[in-house]
């Protein structure tokens, strides 16, 4: 009777940690904007580049 309650409660908070696992990297999700990989010049007023920077999605 004692291990099938020691068992239960394991996997009940088992269960509870990956839900909130689950609800905290859904959340993350939402929130960040997606990667876009290119690339982006910027100019000055003469229309001279200036600076250049590359992005890299992993």
């Not at 291990?3 to 990956?18: D, E, F, M, S, T």
């Not at 609800?23 to 690339?39: D, F, L, N, V």
Request: with cysteine; hydrophobic share 40%; net charge positive.
């Amino acid at each position: 009777m004692r291990n099938r309650k020691i068992r239960l409660a394991i996997v009940l908070a088992i269960a509870v940690v990956a839900a909130v696992v689950a609800w905290r990297t859904s959340q993350a999700e939402k929130s960040r904007p997606p990667c876009e990989p290119g690339r982006h010049e910027e100019k000055d007023s003469a229309g001279k580049v200036v600076k250049v920077t590359r992005t890299t999605c992993m």
